[in-house]
T-cell receptor, first 112, second 112 residues
Framework: QKEVEQDPGPLSVPEGAIVSLNCTYSNSAFQYFMWYRQYSRKGPELLMYTYSSGNKEDGRFTAQVDKSSKYISLFIRDSQPSDSATYLCAMSTYSGNTPLVFGKGTRLSVIA | DGGITQSPKYLFRKEGQNVTLSCEQNLNHDAMYWYRQDPGQGLRLIYYSQIVNDFQKGDIAEGYSVSREKKESFPLTVTSAQKNPTAFYLC???????????FGSGTRLTVV
């Protein structure tokens, strides 16, 4: 079993839809969770960051962590064509100095 | 403006040649990372460095080499031993991995 699983998509939704992107993980020591957005031929940019369980909201974006289920989600409300990108989840333990563990990314297309 | 710069944006290599990809940051970050991205493969870690004059192999280090002589710079050499080097290469840096990475805009390497 891979440490982080993420459905690669592609996911295609109409403009204005609510989008749900998800990752599951196997390492219960993960405590820091991030979502990156990557436009085509560009580097990823940090979109959301959460620690431990709970929700975090930033504009149209909500990140949710359920540590009991080892499941994280990113919700995008009122999706726009400019949200079309690949979304990667990443996570880390607290101790040690190991690099972030990334999901493979989900490709999202928002159709106008 | 602070940031991380990768150059060149596009690079073509003949078979049997070594090429070096540049990565420079002015964010005063201690840690730097090199990833390779292939379609459907997500980000795969090549090498990382937590401090000057020290670096560690990632998951796919074979055929690659790095140096970290200055805090700002972490060049990656793709050697002729790398059998399938055509890919998108991303450099990243962080002051504390728990808060995520800053990525460069990438170098697309093509073997001709």
């Amino acid at each position: 079993q891979k440490e982080v699983e993420q459905d690669p998509g592609p996911l295609s939704v109409p403009e204005g839809a609510i989008v749900s992107l998800n990752c599951t993980y196997s390492n219960s020591a993960f405590q820091y969770f991030m979502w990156y957005r990557q436009y085509s031929r560009k580097g990823p940019e940090l979109l959301m960051y959460t620690y431990s369980s709970g929700n975090k909201e930033d504009g149209r974006f909500t990140a949710q962590v359920d540590k009991s289920s080892k499941y994280i989600s990113l919700f995008i409300r009122d999706s726009q064509p400019s949200d079309s990108a690949t979304y990667l989840c990443a996570m880390s333990t607290y101790s040690g100095n190991t690099p972030l563990v990334f999901g493979k990314g989900t490709r999202l297309s928002v159709i106008a | 403006d602070g940031g991380i710069t990768q150059s060149p944006k596009y690079l073509f290599r003949k078979e049997g040649q070594n090429v070096t990809l540049s990565c420079e940051q002015n964010l005063n970050h201690d840690a730097m990372y090199w990833y390779r991205q292939d379609p459907g493969q997500g980000l795969r870690l090549i090498y990382y460095s937590q401090i000057v004059n020290d670096f560690q192999k990632g998951d796919i280090a074979e055929g690659y080499s790095v140096s970290r002589e200055k805090k700002e710079s972490f060049p990656l050499t793709v050697t002729s031993a790398q059998k399938n080097p055509t890919a998108f290469y991303l450099c990243a840096s962080s002051t504390d991995r728990l808060y995520g990475y800053t990525f460069g805009s990438g170098t697309r390497l093509t073997v001709v």
